[in-house]
């Protein structure tokens, strides 16, 4: 049985001091009501130490947004992988559209970027997904396809079993659209198909794919129902512990 996730993106939302407030709320609630799916929130690098003191990481995991294409060095500002590692973290988010499209990444820097969080000991979700216009010229399986191949398609099956998928479907992030259930299904179906062609069918059943698009509490439910959707990752709604503890009860 594949896992099923409910990863937060924090982005870059919350001073230290409420980060904190925020992840012991949701430690405080899912400690006394377990819940049925893997959790796992991802903050900015300053929170990544504090939480994890306090952090129950067997309920909820703790992962960093990015984490630089260099294992050290005069890199000044960068944050490396080990260093992730090194507070506690257990996850990174790599190729998140905004760092796409916002900071010029490549496939290149991010078959890097994979590459060191991997040695690193950190599981990997990684985002893919297709533009407006892409989708409105009907390009999405093409788009996605390329994605995979350029950045973890090098990874043996044995690496690529740390990699957790994430399709974020870019013209329905933070803009209130949604794609449908059936659509999110049609193209989730096909990551696992494209999986499947490069590493089997076995690797391909136990790879887990969130869907990343304005997922809240009130469709949840139906997304998760899906077939090949396992789970959400988790923008806006992930920054008020009751949004987000009602979509981790969708698995319920």
């Not at 659509?183 to 696992?192: S, T």
């Amino acid at each position: 049985m594949r896992k099923k996730i409910v990863a937060g993106n924090w982005k870059m939302n919350m001073n230290l001091q409420d980060g904190i407030a925020l992840a012991k709320e949701l430690n405080e609630t899912l400690t006394a009501e377990k819940p049925n799916c893997g959790v796992v929130i991802c903050t900015p690098f300053i929170h990544l130490a504090s939480i994890a003191q306090f952090l129950n990481q067997d309920i909820i995991g703790l992962g960093a947004e990015n984490c630089a294409d260099k294992a050290k060095g005069a890199f000044t500002g960068e944050v490396s992988a080990e260093m992730v590692k090194s507070t506690g973290a257990q996850y990174v988010i790599l190729g998140h559209s905004e760092r796409r499209e916002y900071y010029a990444e490549t496939p290149e820097i991010l078959k890097e970027k994979v590459l060191l969080a991997l040695n690193n000991g950190l599981k990997v979700i990684f985002c893919i997904g297709e533009s407006l216009e892409e989708r409105e010229a009907n390009k999405q399986n093409d788009v996605v396809k390329a994605e995979l191949e350029g950045s973890v398609f090098n990874l043996t099956a044995e690496e690529f079993s740390n990699i957790v998928i994430a399709y974020e479907p870019i013209w329905a992030i933070g803009t209130g659209k949604t794609a449908t259930a059936e659509q999110a299904e049609e193209i989730h179906a096909f990551i696992r198909s494209v999986v499947a062609d490069k590493y089997g069918a076995e690797v391909a059943e136990a790879t887990s794919i969130l869907y990343g698009g304005s997922c809240k509490p009130s469709n949840a439910r139906e997304l998760f129902a899906k077939p090949d959707i396992d789970g959400g990752l988790i923008g806006g709604a992930s920054l008020k512990a009751a949004d987000f503890k009602g979509i981790i009860d969708a698995w319920k």
